[in-house]
């Protein structure tokens, strides 16, 4: 959105950054994913999902599965999360209707 939006309005210096740091974060990323995951255990241990209980793989797997599941429903379906995104950020910005209903209408 924001390099989009940047586009439109011919701010190409905010694009770049926008793209670069993007690339980077995703340099960086994969960096940190290849050393976490791609090589070997430094004391030669290798994991075994095989000799886990099937109860002990399901509370392995289902958070991974919960979280990729929610990623994929914010990517398909943004709007609910954005409108609630905005409403929320509209009474940190605007606090009166909170505090009006905190402190009961009136100030003492």
């Known amino acids: ?46 994991p075994a999902l095989s000799t886990m209980s099937r109860r002990a793989r399901t509370l392995l797997l289902a958070p991974i599965v919960a979280l990729a599941l929610m990623t994929v429903l914010i990517g398909l379906f943004p709007k609910p999360f954005l409108d609630f995104a905005t409403t929320a950020a509209d009474q940190l910005l605007e606090p009166v209707a909170y505090i009006e209903t905190v402190l009961g209408g009136g100030s003492e």
């Not at 974060?25 to 030669?44: D, L, N, Q, R, V």
């Open 1 to 46: 959105m924001l390099v989009k939006a940047s586009l439109d309005l011919r701010e190409w210096i905010v694009a770049f950054v926008a793209l670069l740091t993007g690339l980077l974060t995703i340099y960086s990323m994969t960096k940190i994913w290849a050393e976490a995951f791609w090589k070997p255990h430094p004391a030669g241990r290798v």
